[in-house]
């Protein structure tokens, strides 16, 4: 069994890489856990679908106020100037460009950016909920994900065989196993766990990872 990060430590990494003062959108559920691991000297501000910018941390257990949560239904703390508008304003501001950055879940990222987030099936999500608007509204589309689902099979692939939430949306992918850029139509191999090696990398990615320059090692802190 090959070593990989924790999904805090996924989120951990992703975190690294948001500009102080961005406007920020985390998608329901693993991607929200982004919010809690902000860089020292930075505070982004967070956008959610149900209309709330510059949402703060959950409240302690037993202080919750239910009238206020964000688009996962989980309850949430104001920051100071935080505001509020209506559902149709928010999504104005998401297909406006007005957010810097998407971080989303993913069951599959093709090599040409293409991205797959949502399902009908058994287990799946009755909707895509605001997925579609979000990947061609941001400025910058990112996604973290287990490199493998829970039988083994890649999640990083030539094509996906999935509906797809956007087409050519995705430049960056944060997994358990490494961080890869898309460019170009192609896997690029940004950081890789040191204790990996680039073939057993490779076995388990579905797509042709590429090298263009020196590949750091994948460091995060134990969480």
Known sequence: MSPKLSNAQIAWRAAQDIADGAYVN?????????????????????HTENGILNFGEAPPSGQEDW???????????L?????????????????GGHLDVAILGAYQVAETGDL????????????????MDLVHGAKRVAVITDHVTKEGAPKLLERCTLPLTGVGCVTRVYTSLAVIDIEGGRFVLRE???????????????ARLHLTGPVADLTVPEL
């Open 79 to 95: 920051k100071p100037g935080a505001a509020f508008f209506h559902h149709a304003d928010s999504f104005a501001m998401v297909r």
């Open 192 to 206: 890789k766990l040191a204790a990996l090696t680039f073939e057993a990398l490779q076995a388990q990615t579905g």
């Open 26 to 46: 985390l998608g329901i559920g693993f991607p929200e856990m982004v919010a809690k691991f902000q860089p020292p000297g930075r505070q982004a501000i967070f």
């Open 116 to 131: 797959a987030n949502w399902s009908t099936g058994p287990k799946g999500v009755p909707a895509v909920g605001g997925a």
């Open 67 to 77: 009238d206020l949560i964000n688009a996962g239904k989980k309850a949430v703390t």
